[in-house]
């Protein structure tokens, strides 16, 4: 029998198949079982802890939320929403100002974008860590700055007014390095011949990034706008380490956290609440793609 690269023509037939079963089985393993217990967990009063009973409950949960808790939900979908808005408006905005003005050759320009998309590499505990240290209100460096040009101090994460505020800028500050490399490569899919022509029609800079980079920048701009609300829906990793969830910045994911894996861990409560995260992100992530998609066919 004729040998192949990869086994003999009767063996070789299988090799595709094995390398769809060996990262299916990890997706049911993973991803699937995971999902199907959430919502299994959804309907019980099960605490987590090893031997505890499930003690199905069917809708409890589900009523206390919107019953007896509904404000700490209510006020963990508020600020949600508020850290989602602010987040994917601020990372677009500077991306695509950094895109506009580091869209250009040379090493320099390169050492430029790898510098600013280099936070995006950190991992979320050192960047906390990091920012925790120069926001500390007692002895770190932004507190000297500020006491130091209007002679007062300020709690900065500890501050029900600037906690949450903070955290989207420190967010902000470790993704826009992504979001610019998406617009780069939107702004080089733009031909030079629409440029030269919006020049012979004497438009100016303005006028130019008004109609022709900026609606042609749609599908960058739906890419990033979808992939920035989304991975901020769930956010609750720097929260966790920058404020613990207080002064205001307990999002909806990070009371999930604490809900199934706190101090008093309830899985049945966090699963809940995982539930209807899971529905908040659907309904954003439709709309947002159904709104954008439509925008890049009028345009």
Known sequence: ???????TQRTRRFIPWASIAIPGAGWLLFGLYPSLATIGYSFTRYSGLPGTPLNFCGMCNYHAAFTSLSDQLWSAVRVTLIYVVGVTVLQNAIGLGLALLLNRGGRSYTFYRALIFMPQIFSVTVVGAVFALMLDPYSGPAEKVVHSLFGTDSAFLGSSSLALPLVMLVNVWMFSGYSMLIYIAGLRNIPASVYEAAAMDGAGRFRTFRHVTWPLLAPATTVNVFLTAMGTLGEY??????????FGTKTLGLYMFQSAFGADSQLGYGSMLAMLQFVLTVVIGGGLLYTLRRREVAL
């Open 1 to 7: 029998m004729a040998r192949c690269p990869f086994g």
């Open 237 to 246: 990793a720097l929260i966790l380490v920058l404020t613990g969830g207080n």
